[in-house]
Nanobody
């Protein structure tokens, strides 16, 4: 099984910084795109930032210049460095990744590709 586990959320004052981490574990053959989404109370989940397997990045306009996404392929981990936090950044942040699992038949073979989500981590920014 494959799972994503986020960490690093918390309470911070406006203007402060936080760094989120998301580690993938399980029977992993390869990881394609990884991303961070967020959902504020009463709002739809939205894409915050994404990073391809070649480290091409994309950011929502609302976080451009303040947030930075990166990945460590050796650790199967994606990070989100959040600087200049604003009250409106308050949300539950979810990690998302497209992962090809592996199968074991005496040796490892590539398996199916699926879209996986973490359980979410709360980020609260106070004024």
């Amino acid at each position: 099984q494959v799972q994503l586990v986020e960490s690093g959320g918390g309470l911070v004052r406006a203007g402060g910084s936080l760094r989120l981490s998301c580690a993938a574990s399980g029977n992993i053959w390869s990881i394609n795109d990884m991303a961070w989404h967020r959902q504020a109370p009463g709002k739809q989940r939205e894409l915050v930032a994404s990073i391809s397997s070649e480290s091409t990045t994309h950011y929502a306009d609302s976080v451009q210049g303040r947030f930075s996404i990166s990945r460590d392929n050796a650790k199967n981990t994606v990070y989100l460095q959040m600087n200049g936090l604003k009250v409106e950044d308050t949300a539950v942040y979810y990690c998302n990744a497209e992962i090809q699992s592996s199968r074991f038949y005496g040796f490892y073979l590539p398996g199916q590709t699926g879209n996986y989500w973490g359980q979410g981590t709360q980020v609260t920014v106070s004024s």
